[in-house]
């Protein structure tokens, strides 16, 4: 299974509610990514988890907050967004983040289309 | 630190025409390579991925990509292209290993192949 799931696919949401992304993968793998992507533009880094720690965080707002409850879920907790955080929010997973040999191959989900009013 | 630059935002082409999308990759040490497809409505993809070895690295669904050290470049091709490879194509590079392999994507090319 080289599956990484994300639910829901999409949502919409005020800019008083808060909701969670959630993503799921059963690869074994120890790492895993949240991504930010704006239509026509590359993935932008929010936080990188290694073995269920928060390793990176790219100044992130904390209207944002990642949470890791195992080795397989990570989940993405929203509140009090603002409408330019619209965007597609991406998943993905590795073997590990660095350290010797080649790299490993970023597995990706299909992403939660979020929408902020 | 790496950079990728992406020259083309927007390539289009023919069904069944050859297809060439450039990379420049900016680095003073040596670095690993990829190329990312993503579909519309789906997540990204990997192509194909340079580490070591062969310049000429072969991918999924017949795109291959040179690495070009002297020219610090490592551009995608394919001989023919078909209606199913719109998509948006993504070069990214890490840093080789002992550092992060997280990769930094370019600002990606968009492929539009008509009928």
């Known amino acids: 299974d080289t599956e990484v799931t994300q639910t829901p696919k999409h949502l919409v949401m005020g800019m008083t509610n808060k909701k969670s992304l959630k993503c799921e993968q059963h690869?074994?793998?120890?790492?895993m990514y949240w991504y930010k992507q704006k239509a026509k533009k590359p993935p932008e880094l929010m936080f990188v988890y290694s073995y269920e720690k928060l390793s990176i965080n790219e100044s992130v707002p904390s209207r944002f907050s990642p949470e890791c409850p195992n080795s397989s879920l990570l989940n993405l907790h929203l509140h009090a967004l603002q409408p330019e955080d619209s965007a597609l929010y991406l998943c993905?997973?590795?073997?590990?983040?660095?350290?010797?040999?080649?790299?490993?191959?970023?597995?990706f989900g299909p992403g939660t289309r979020l929408t902020v009013t | 630190a790496q950079s990728v630059t992406q020259l083309d935002s927007q390539v289009p082409v023919f069904e069944e025409a050859p297809v060439e999308l450039r990379c420049n990759y900016s680095?003073?040490?040596?670095?690993?390579l990829f190329w990312y497809v993503q579909y519309p409505n789906q997540g990204l993809q990997l192509l194909l991925k340079y580490l070591s070895g062969s310049t000429l690295v072969k991918g999924i669904n017949g795109f291959e990509a040179e690495f070009n050290k002297s020219q610090t470049s490592f551009h995608l091709r394919k001989p023919s292209v078909h209606i199913s490879d719109t998509a948006e194509y993504f070069c990214?590079?890490?840093?080789?290993?002992?550092?992060?392999?997280?990769?930094?994507f370019g600002r990606g090319t968009s492929l539009i192949v008509h009928p």
């Open positions: 990214a590079v890490s840093p080789p290993q002992g550092g992060s392999y997280i990769p930094t």
């Open positions: 993905a997973s590795s073997q590990g983040t660095g350290g010797r040999g080649p790299p490993a191959e970023q597995y």
């Open positions: 680095s003073s040490v040596s670095v690993y």
């Open positions: 690869m074994g793998h120890r790492a």
